[in-house]
């Protein structure tokens, strides 16, 4: 039993030499596949090689859009439709005014009056 356990460590250090040896090997000098027999047999064609070409010159120019134009804010009375306040409804038919709308009522579910002239203000 003596014998066994005294053969366990060197056959361990010799596994791990070993395995250390194979990960050490170096992996670019790995060769190309034998080529097959049908490229064996057909010789290699002849084609000129195409005439290197000029990097074309690129010109990138980047200029930001034009700002929309924005229609004039309608008047208060007709977004309420003669109501004290704008719904978020009503506000739809001002785009500026429906995608603002958090906004121009501070959080609230309508606008009223006051909020909607600063709001307008604030715009121009």
């Not at 000098?29 to 049908?38: E, K, N, R, V």
């Not at 047999?41 to 000129?48: H, I, K, R, W």
């Not at 120019?61 to 929309?68: G, K, N, Q």
């Amino acid at each position: 039993m003596k014998a066994r356990n005294a053969l366990l460590p060197v056959l361990a250090t010799a596994t791990l030499i070993f395995a250390g040896a194979a990960f050490a090997q170096d992996q670019t000098g790995q060769t190309q596949p034998p080529p097959s027999q049908d490229s064996m047999q057909q010789p290699p064609a002849q084609t000129a090689a195409p005439a290197p070409m000029p990097p074309p010159d690129v010109t990138v120019r980047s200029v930001p859009p034009a700002a929309p134009q924005l229609a004039p804010a309608p008047p208060f009375s007709q977004l309420s439709g003669g109501g004290k306040s704008i719904t978020e409804e009503q506000a739809a038919a001002y785009p500026p005014l429906a995608n603002d709308f958090l906004n121009a009522s501070h959080g609230a579910q309508r606008i009223n009056k006051t909020q909607y002239e600063a709001w307008v203000k604030q715009m121009q």
